[in-house]
């Protein structure tokens, strides 16, 4: 299956722009070559609503299986006890009643309470929660700041599909040309 590159496309374009802006205003408040510490992270609000948004219009994992712990109707549907279930991510994250506008790509979605919960599961939810979440929040958010500060860059395929076999994959590896800023 291959899908409309929108939301890499979105992103170069809100990289740019305005993750730039909350970026600088990082580096300008630092000592050159000092380090991001965590107070730095937890600064980069507008950063983490955007790879929040990327995360959901293509989730890292598709899905998952889960065991129905008691008995429960579903769209008129008993599902009973016992029986294993397949969640999807994606398609929790593209349910008009949990994200209205799903196919817009909009990180404010992401502002104040965000989400209701179990309806923004890129790593899963509850007590089976990804362990590295959190890690993998850390290192968004780092390579997002050092890709942004020190390099421009431009997509080699401007028009580039992404596929989707088990997880959404740039059909030709997304190759990018990077290029230091000049000072």
């Given amino acids: 299956m291959i899908i409309d590159d929108y939301c890499f496309s979105v992103l170069i374009i809100i990289f740019s722009v305005l993750i730039k802006i909350e970026q600088v205003e990082i580096v300008n408040s630092k000592a050159i070559g000092e380090p991001l510490i965590w107070d730095d992270l937890q600064k980069m609000k507008y950063s983490w609503n955007v790879a929040q948004e990327v995360l959901r219009m293509t989730p890292p994992v598709q899905g998952n299986f889960r065991e129905a712990l008691t008995d429960f109707v579903f769209n008129g549907f008993t599902i009973p006890k016992g029986w294993k279930l397949y ?18 790509f909009d990180p404010s979605r992401f502002e104040g309470k965000g989400p209701a919960p179990y309806t923004f599961i890129p790593f899963g939810g509850g007590p ?5 979440n959190e890690y993998a929040r850390v290192v968004i958010l780092v390579f997002m700041h050092h890709l942004v500060t020190r390099f421009k860059w431009e997509k080699v395929f401007p028009d580039e599909k992404t596929i989707v076999i088990a997880l959404p994959t740039p059909a030709k590896g997304l190759p990018i040309r990077l290029f230091h800023h000049q000072k």
């Fill in 128 to 132: 089976r929660m990804c362990p590295g």
């Fill in 87 to 104: 969640w999807s991510a994606n398609w929790t994250h593209k349910n008009a009643d949990c994200f209205p506008e799903q196919e817009k």
